[in-house]
């Protein structure tokens, strides 16, 4: 069996797909993307199918991560593990389908049954956070997550610190304790802010603080860890095994949240729990993204021991179903159920692409940025 082709589709609101065709009629699919830098992606991915992957075998994935990652002077970073992202995960599921079996097989079996999952809590104003959270619960989620803070300045007021403190306490007030609430500081705060913070909170029991510092700044994570109870979270934005050394080895980490289209795809996801496991860190993948992602996310989640909860990512703002179903043959296909997904059982992601759909709407012209914030006087903030 042999590539002979691939194709990428830009689609609404922000995604990248790729289907990667072998000589034999399998096709495989990955979701390849930064977000807001699609087209940066797309080039990437097409550079690495063109130079290299398209004549060989699909099936010898390991063997293709390493060129991919180790025949580049330049390695690493978001655009190039993302493009690399996607292409493992589509060979993954050409590797499943021809031999019959979901990827969670192939990386040695289950070790659980079903898969706990979390939603994000959207507003930002109290009242609105907790009708969301209210909403979400009674969906039948166990377990939520709500941003910390918008833009900050370096040094806060007291009077924005207590607002933040309080917008918290009162969700984690409004809900069972049977529910679980992590807080995404989502690297807007300084390591001051942080230290702040997440002492100030440690009294609400929640299940982990997501990124107090940006990942540049992961240094400062031991003196963060050192006076608040709330297990640290922390991993978005890092795409590799050895972006992740400096996290291991400080010790203050409880939770890594690697995104299986960021961090080099399903292999280097599974290497990744289980350097975590070692360390005894669990694991709690991000994924912000469509249901490519959330498929193969999941496909790890089934194999690996460590996994304690995955973000559920997409569908974030709507009780109605969104655009990542639009994109599948079965909609029902991530059945849910108090709390939790179903694993997915079907040969390779596990998953069926409509492609009819996928074709159309990549005619659309998407052009996702995120916004640039700025402080009151007119500085950059970050988003």
């Known amino acids: 069996m042999k590539i002979t082709g691939y194709d990428l589709y830009e689609l609404p609101p922000r995604w990248l ?16 993307i930064v977000e807001g830098r699609a087209k940066t992606v797309k080039t990437a991915v097409s550079e ?11 099936l010898r994935i390991e063997d293709h991560w390493q060129a991919l990652y180790r025949s580049g002077f330049y390695r690493g970073g978001p655009i190039l593990m993302s493009a690399i992202a996607g292409i493992n995960q589509a060979l993954w599921d050409i590797k499943g389908k021809h031999y019959d079996a979901p990827v969670y097989e ?16 959207g507003g930002d104003r109290p009242t609105d956070v907790i009708e969301e959270a209210h909403r979400l619960v009674d969906t ?10 918008n833009q900050t300045r370096h040094i806060e007021t007291a009077a924005s610190i207590e607002r ?20 995404d500081f989502r690297g807007r705060v300084s390591k001051s802010m942080a230290k702040t913070l997440t002492n100030r909170l440690s009294d609400l029991n929640l299940m982990f603080a997501e990124e107090p510092v940006l990942p ?29 050394k400096q996290l291991f080895g400080g010790g203050a980490i409880d939770l890594i949240q690697p995104v299986v289209s960021h961090a080099g795809g399903i292999s280097e996801m599974v290497k990744l729990a289980t350097m975590a496991e070692a360390y005894d860190v669990g694991v709690a993948p991000n994924c912000p993204l469509g249901p490519i992602a959330l498929a193969a996310s999941l496909q790890v989640d089934t194999h690996i021991p460590n996994l304690v909860v995955q973000d559920h990512g997409f569908d974030i703002h709507s009780p109605d179903l969104g655009p ?3 994109y599948l043959a079965d909609a029902e296909v991530f059945s849910f159920n108090d709390g939790y997904l179903d694993t997915l059982d079907d040969p390779g992601l596990g998953i069926t692409i409509d492609e009819e759909t996928v074709e159309a709407r990549s005619e659309a012209h998407v052009e996702w940025h995120n916004p640039t914030w700025r402080n009151e006087d007119g500085s950059i903030t970050d988003w």
């Not at 797909?17 to 390849?32: C, H, N």
């Not at 039948?140 to 803070?149: C, I, W």
């Open 17 to 32: 797909f790729l289907k990667i065709e072998t000589d034999d009629g399998l096709v495989g699919w990955g979701e390849p």
């Open 216 to 244: 540049e700044n992961v240094e400062h994570l031991p003196a963060i860890a050192n006076q608040t109870q709330i297990p640290i979270a922390a991993g978005e934005r890092l795409y590799s095994r050895w972006d992740f």
């Open 106 to 121: 192939l990386l040695g079996g289950k070790s659980r049954d079903k898969i706990r999952v979390y939603q994000w809590v």
């Open 164 to 183: 933040v403190v309080e917008r918290i306490r009162k969700v984690r007030e409004a809900v069972d304790n049977a529910v679980d609430i992590g807080v």
């Open 140 to 149: 039948g989620y166990t377990a939520l997550k709500m941003d910390a803070t």
């Open 324 to 326: 990542a179903y639009d």
């Open 48 to 58: 690495m199918l063109d130079g290299y992957l398209v004549g060989k075998d699909p």
